[in-house]
């Protein structure tokens, strides 16, 4: 209904296309010989898109969405990246997360899409410019305290 929202619909069995036309209430797409079964169905996608899309426009997205889910079929809104962050389902897999900046603040952000058995599950926040720089060169670089104190205080280190 609204301008450039989307849904997307996935029927694989002819079980889910059905319960598609049960959910819009057109069981006459059933009888459509352009819609008889997938390969019709495929030969026609321009027809079946014109359909289809002529029912989800008269609805809301996450009305549509709402009734095809009710009707087993798998349907979810297309989000914009600005509609990503408040989505419930997101939030409820935790998916959308919280990380505290020094400088910042607290960030709401979109975390991984799955679940990993080890590892992965750690967030932490950006580091500040310079912050390891101590680390690198002492660690990784293998330079003295001392190495370290007079590049700092000759202000190389800024």
């Known amino acids: 209904r609204d301008d450039d929202t989307w849904i997307a619909i996935s029927t694989h069995?002819?079980?889910d296309w059905h319960a598609l036309c049960r959910a819009a209430g057109h069981a006459d797409w059933r009888e459509d010989p352009r819609f008889a079964d997938a390969e019709s169905r495929r030969s026609n996608v321009?027809?079946?898109d014109q359909t289809v899309g002529a029912w989800t426009q008269t609805m809301e997205v996450r009305h549509v969405t709402e009734l095809l889910q009710a009707h087993?079929?798998?349907?979810?809104?297309?989000?914009?990246t600005d509609e990503l962050l408040d989505d419930e389902q997101l939030q409820s897999l935790g998916v959308v997360i919280e990380t505290e900046h020094p400088v910042a603040g607290?960030?709401?952000q979109l975390g991984l899409p799955w679940r990993m058995e080890k590892g992965g599950g750690?967030?932490?926040r950006a580091p500040l410019l310079?912050?390891?720089t101590r680390e690198?060169?002492?660690t990784l670089l293998g330079l003295s305290d001392?190495?370290?104190a007079r590049l700092e205080k000759e202000e190389v280190l800024r």
Do not use: I, K
């Open 13 to 15: 069995t002819e079980d």
């Open 136 to 138: 690198v060169l002492t």
């Open 106 to 108: 607290v960030r709401r």
């Open 146 to 148: 001392s190495e370290y």
């Open 122 to 124: 750690e967030y932490r």
């Open 72 to 80: 087993g079929v798998a349907a979810g809104p297309v989000l914009r």
């Open 130 to 132: 310079g912050e390891h």
């Open 46 to 48: 321009n027809a079946l």
